[in-house]
């Protein structure tokens, strides 16, 4: 069976070109020629090649571009001081008074550049050495309790050893009660 991935655009007029690209902004692959169509709108669309999008999961790429409040409205804004991303409308509701809204482009590139990627990385290894501590401490308590249940067990058995020793002593003797 083949990987060929053919054009979304084209194939809702029953041709099949071969897609080469993604648009991230309409989230549909693109043959050459409508490669071309959509650099060219206004504003123009982002368009990745295949070959870098084929290693990200389909739940990455299907991620909304839409406003939450306005569904009309692109996601075009980042509002650092809430830490959301909307369009123009929310900025004109919900976020008149704050001071430091941001394009989309530019939050993406100081995230990826920036000390944010590096502090998530860091706080996820903090959270991984974390995790296995306390994955040790739970086999460890395991092991503990397994030890303790036989060890109750054997008293169990060694109490009733005791007891049933005690009533054959008391049957053989029953005048000294």
């Known amino acids: 069976m083949t990987d060929r991935k053919f054009c979304s655009g084209c194939l809702r007029d029953d041709e099949e070109n071969e897609a080469e690209a993604l648009?991230?902004?309409?989230?549909?692959?693109?043959?050459?020629?409508?490669?071309?169509?959509?650099?060219?709108?206004?504003p123009p669309h982002k368009i990745l090649p295949l070959h870098q999008v084929s290693n990200l999961s389909s739940s990455i790429l299907k991620i909304s571009k839409d406003c939450d409040l306005h569904t009309d409205q692109r996601i075009v804004l980042y509002c650092t001081q809430h830490d959301t991303v909307m369009g123009y409308l929310c900025m004109s509701d919900t976020h008149k008074n704050c001071e430091s809204i941001i394009s989309i482009d530019r939050a993406a590139n100081c995230v990826h550049s920036g000390s944010a990627l590096a502090d998530l990385k860091c706080r996820m290894k903090h959270l991984s050495k974390m995790f296995h501590e306390v994955l040790?401490?739970?086999?460890?308590?395991?092991?503990?309790?397994?030890?303790?249940?036989?060890?109750?067990?054997?008293?169990?058995?060694?109490?009733?050893?005791?007891?049933?020793?005690?009533?054959?002593?008391?049957?053989?003797?029953?005048?000294?009660?």
């Open 23 to 42: 648009c991230s902004d309409c989230l549909e692959e693109v043959c050459r020629v409508c490669l071309k169509v959509h650099k060219r709108l206004n």
């Open 136 to 177: 040790k401490c739970q086999t460890t308590d395991e092991e503990v309790f397994d030890r303790q249940r036989d060890d109750i067990l054997q008293q169990i058995t060694t109490t009733r050893q005791q007891i049933n020793h005690h009533l054959i002593q008391l049957k053989k003797k029953p005048e000294t009660i």
